[in-house]
């Protein structure tokens, strides 16, 4: 049975990234002129800041120079987290992205920008952001009409917490 690189890596770090607190999220080699890239995306329910990745970069590294997993050529290991617009394309990533902006490609054609209010095991209940002085209105997306789902950056868009404190102030 043929496996690839980057699934034999998975089954080396994935125990490793899980040990961590953290899910292995994506792995990939690439080559870069003479050179090859490992990039290794890992992310949590609750975020994972610079400490945790410099801790689970280190882990990685020392478990893949004990191993042959990257052959004898130099590469480089790069560690980080899904971004911004992160794509969505496990449970775990909308519930995360509860609250957020979300561009949906549906499968029946079209497209949909919508607000995640709520998560469940059979899809999510969107809001849908008013247009020309119209009011939100809700909807419920399954996830088998969802085709594809990417994060959207918000700039200015304050969170609860700061119109909390405007509120008390």
Same mark, same amino acid.
């Given at each position: 049975?043929?496996t690839?690189?980057?699934? +034999?890596? @998975?089954?080396?770090?994935?125990?490793?990234v899980t040990?961590q /607190?953290? =899910? !292995?999220?994506? *792995?990939a080699?690439d &080559?870069v002129g +003479?050179? @090859?890239?490992l990039?290794v995306?890992v992310?949590s329910?609750? /975020?994972a =800041? !610079?400490?945790? *990745?410099?801790?689970? &970069?280190?882990?990685l590294?020392?478990?893949?120079?004990e191993?042959d997993?990257?052959?004898? /050529?130099?590469y480089?290991?790069?560690?980080?987290?899904p971004?911004?617009?992160r794509?969505?394309?496990?449970?775990r990533?909308?519930?995360?992205?509860?609250?957020r902006?979300?561009?949906?490609?549906?499968?029946?054609?079209?497209?949909?920008?919508?607000?995640?209010?709520a998560?469940?095991?059979?899809?999510l209940?969107?809001?849908?952001?008013?247009?020309?002085g119209?009011?939100?209105?809700?909807?419920?997306?399954?996830?088998?009409?969802?085709?594809?789902?990417?994060v959207?950056?918000?700039f200015?868009?304050k969170?609860k917490?700061?119109?909390?404190?405007?509120?008390?102030?």
């Amino acid at each position: 049975m043929s496996t690839t690189q980057s699934e +034999r890596l @998975r089954e080396l770090l994935e125990p490793l990234v899980t040990s961590q /607190g953290l =899910d !292995l999220e994506e *792995i990939a080699v690439d &080559s870069v002129g +003479r050179k @090859r890239v490992l990039r290794v995306v890992v992310d949590s329910d609750t /975020g994972a =800041d !610079l400490d945790r *990745i410099a801790d689970v &970069s280190r882990a990685l590294s020392a478990k893949l120079d004990e191993t042959d997993a990257m052959g004898a /050529g130099e590469y480089t290991l790069e560690v980080g987290t899904p971004g911004a617009e992160r794509s969505l394309t496990e449970h775990r990533h909308y519930v995360r992205a509860t609250d957020r902006l979300v561009k949906f490609q549906l499968h029946e054609g079209g497209e949909l920008v919508a607000r995640i209010l709520a998560v469940d095991e059979d899809g999510l209940d969107v809001e849908v952001p008013g247009v020309k002085g119209r009011r939100a209105t809700t909807r419920r997306l399954a996830f088998g009409d969802i085709g594809k789902a990417r994060v959207q950056v918000e700039f200015g868009r304050k969170d609860k917490k700061d119109m909390k404190e405007e509120e008390e102030a």
